[in-house]
């Protein structure tokens, strides 16, 4: 762990996640969620998106179709192709999370190394940040959820381990790391990793 009582950490490098961090794009999970739910009579509550968010769009998919019963009727492949339809309209239209840009922007300006890690594979990434290239452009690397070094999605380390391993001069120790997380997932793939977490609350 990284946290040891009494010693001041160090900070020199910074990991973003992104959905629901950087970008506000849970909310579009949660829309198709629901309305793929109330075929079933069945209600999307936060402690099944608890579970979902931060994981790989198949690791996810599987915990939706087990906790809700109904895997006999939909299989976790079949949601994931009802549920591409509808995100494929909506990922275009994402938008930055209030204090994102000028928090890259101020990192970058000072020198800071920044990277991003999340659990979004290539496709919808390039969909959820075609109008936000300019700040991505910051980023010194970004691991996407189907990076072939990313086996495992969060809260396995596997995403945040492969992010600290690029920096320039890398592997930079897990010590002198600060994450950005929003999801339960997140949080452990970064204590996995030995990685300080500094979470987004929810109000
Ligand atoms: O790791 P992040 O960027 O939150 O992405 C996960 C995402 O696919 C949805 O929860
Ligand atoms: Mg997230």
Known sequence: MAAV??????????IFDMDGLLLDTEKFYTEVQEIILAR???????????????????EAARVFVEETGISDSLSAEDFLEEREAMLQ???PTSELMPGASRL???????????????????????LKTQR????????????LGDDPEVKQGKPSPDVFLAAARRFEGGPIGSQKILVFEDAP?????????????ALRLIA
């Open 5 to 14: 009582s009494g010693e001041r950490p160090t900070i020199t490098h910074v």
């Open 40 to 58: 079933f009579n069945k209600t999307f509550d936060w402690s099944l998106k608890a579970k979902m968010m931060g994981k790989k769009a198949i």
């Open 89 to 91: 309209s909506l990922f």
């Open 104 to 126: 890259i922007e101020h990192l970058h300006a000072k020198g800071v190394p920044i990277c991003l890690a999340t659990g979004s594979h290539r496709r919808h990434f390039e």
């Open 132 to 143: 936000h290239g300019e700040l991505f452009k910051l980023m010194h690397h970004i691991v």
């Open 185 to 197: 997932a997140g949080v452990h793939a970064a204590k996995n990793a030995g990685i300080y977490i």
